[in-house]
């Protein structure tokens, strides 16, 4: 597939800091990109010179086939963003708001559709003040179809939302790739990135340290798949270490009831589980596996969680 | 054209939409000048209806337009345009003409109630009035966007826009006629726009019929007032225009700082001028 964007080797400092040290990427077309790190690791830059709002050092950046640096008003043209720290006037509607941005594009998009498609239709008319976040967020998204573009960046775009309100975003965001829209996501939220995104960058200290499916990403984890178990009688942490494959066994974290054994071979650890309960006729009220995840990959190679 | 129009159109709504904005732009003008007919025993004359528009137009250029630029550029306004196949100039140039018609209606607003509470006389030359208002405007607003551009909250916008407005009021020639101020305030009246302003706007105000002895009025005899106008109004519109911030957080360089100097210089080089003239 053609990529939309390219991303080489892009650099940006900050006084004596460099908050971008040779990032390259590339996204294709009808593809989510998602771009997760720690604060400060150099995700806001990155999208902020891919976007314009800031003047790379060094490196290219080519969208639909155009220099983004040398023909920045026709690239404005061909992308849509989500960005924190934006708001609009306090006494501005929805449909003031997509009328004026349209305003500003040469093929923008219906203003009426857009507010039926994200749900704004009874909103549309009331001022940006009385909006809920969820409707805020949607109005932001809104925003950035207004030109029809063939590239989004969205930045953190469910931030401080409810579940309901992430959940009908999620909806909003997948319909962009089904539009065979190029969409460049960060977020907080690891869950999110491993639902919608296609392929994940992981970014640290100003430079890409892993690329991949999530799928790719997770088989790389050196962390081993876990059985959770719960009994009614305590289990003896010495013997399941004593279990077949079994190289690590713990009690839960949290206080909660149970132990977690940490196992290379889940299946025969499980036979020699069961075995051991009936010789000591315990009985086994919860058992699950947990495979490794994304977060296990972020935490392994950044040695922080996603929202430290 | 359609962007700049949609905008300006926005921004004029939702200025009057905004409490603060409407009681500043409309309020506090309307106050002023039932405070000078108080002063000056019941009525407005020329002079005074001249001080009074000069009152409005500062206010609007260095409190108004400031404010509003700089409270959405904090909020991220600006930072969402920034994203948009949008001129600065353009966006600048919204801005500064959507204030300058909220200042002309509370200006015409203001001459209509002179005429009917005070009986002051209808300008006698009420384009000519238009054009220098537009004028005094224009180097006032220019003043304002450098304002908006040097300062980081609303609350500097207040403490620097003060800074122009008060001495501008007290020995500038716009609270009290420049020529009752002592010798030495007259030497400072020259370098400040505001007395300039009230003089053109005074000398199109005034009716020919009504005076003791005939003097030159007009914009004809206003030529030295629209240079330094002009001068002014453009050189701060250059100075704004080149230290323009999208962002709150975008650092002004040092070296952009020096615009804001190219800003004073236009009003240092009309001081001096009008000193060689002898103006005091």
């Given at each position: 597939m053609p990529s939309q964007v390219i991303v080489r080797d892009l650099i940006k400092s900050y006084g004596a800091l460099q908050a971008v040290r040779g990032v390259s990427f590339e996204i294709a077309r009808g593809e989510i990109f998602g771009m997760l790190g720690p604060n400060g690791a150099g995700k806001t830059t990155t999208l902020e010179c891919v976007i314009g709002l800031r003047d790379p050092d060094g490196g290219s950046i080519e969208i639909s086939g155009l220099d983004a640096r040398r023909n920045r008003r026709e690239v404005k043209e061909r992308i849509g963003a989500q960005l924190q720290n934006t708001a609009l006037q306090d006494k501005i509607t929805p449909r003031e708001a997509l009328k004026l941005f349209a305003s500003f594009y040469r093929k923008p998009a219906d203003v009426p559709t857009l507010l039926n498609r994200f749900s704004l239709n009874e909103k549309a008319?009331?001022?940006?003040?009385?909006?809920?976040g969820g409707q805020r967020q949607r109005l932001g998204l809104a925003l950035a179809l207004i030109n029809e573009p063939e590239f989004l960046l969205l930045d953190e775009p469910t931030a401080g939302l409810d579940p309901q309100s992430r959940r009908e975003l999620h909806d909003a965001i997948k319909a962009m790739r089904s539009d065979g829209r190029s969409v460049l996501l960060t977020t907080h939220y690891i869950e999110e990135a491993e639902l919608l995104c296609d392929r994940i960058a992981i970014i640290d200290q100003g430079k890409i340290i892993a690329l991949g499916t999530p799928a790719e990403l997770i088989s790389k984890a050196k962390a081993l798949p876990r059985i959770v178990v719960n009994t009614v009688c305590p289990l003896n942490l010495e013997r399941l270490r004593g279990l077949?494959?079994?190289?690590e066994a713990i009690e839960n974290a949290n206080g909660s009831r149970g132990s977690q054994i940490s196992t290379r071979k889940v299946g025969e650890t499980i036979i020699d589980l069961v075995k051991m309960l009936e010789a000591e006729k315990n009985e086994l009220l919860d058992l699950h596996i947990k495979q490794p995840s994304l977060e296990d990959v972020f935490i392994e190679l950044t040695g922080r969680r996603l929202r430290d | 054209m359609h962007g700049f129009l949609t905008h300006l159109l926005t921004t004029l709504r939702l200025n009057h939409r905004n409490k603060q904005a409407l009681v500043f732009g409309y309020g506090v003008p309307i106050i002023s000048l039932f405070a000078f007919g108080s002063i000056f025993g019941k009525t407005v004359d020329a002079l005074e209806l001249a001080q009074v528009l000069t009152i409005t137009a500062l206010g609007g250029a260095c409190f108004g337009m400031p404010v509003s630029i700089v409270s959405d550029r904090e909020r991220g306004v600006w930072r969402r345009y920034r994203l948009a196949p949008v001129s600065t100039v353009t966006l600048i140039a919204s801005v500064m003409i959507t204030r300058f018609l909220i200042m002309l209606s509370s200006a015409l607003l203001q001459i209509a109630l002179a005429r009917l509470i005070f009986k002051t006389e209808w300008p006698a030359s009420p384009l000519q009035l238009l054009a220098a208002f537009t004028l005094v405007s224009f180097a006032f607003l220019g003043m304002g966007l450098v304002i908006a551009m040097v300062a980081r909250t609303a609350s500097a916008v207040q403490a620097i826009g003060q800074m122009i407005f008060l001495p501008m009021i007290i020995v500038g020639g716009?609270?009290?006629d420049w020529r009752m101020l002592p010798l030495w305030a007259k030497h400072v009246s020259v370098f400040l726009p505001g007395r300039y302003a009230v003089e053109i706007m005074r000398l199109c105000i005034l009716d020919p019929s009504k005076l003791t002895r005939p003097v030159p009025i007009g914009l004809s005899a206003a030529s030295f007032e629209i240079f330094a106008l002009g001068l002014i109004g453009a050189s701060a519109c250059l100075a704004g225009a080149k230290l323009?911030?999208?962002?709150?957080?975008?650092k002004t360089r040092g070296w952009a700082l020096l615009w804001g100097f190219i800003a004073l210089l236009g009003w240092l080089a009309v001081g001096i001028i009008a000193e060689y003239r002898k103006m005091v």
């Open positions: 008319d009331a001022y940006f003040d009385s909006l809920s077949h494959g079994v190289v | 716009v609270g009290i323009f911030r999208w962002d709150s957080e975008q």
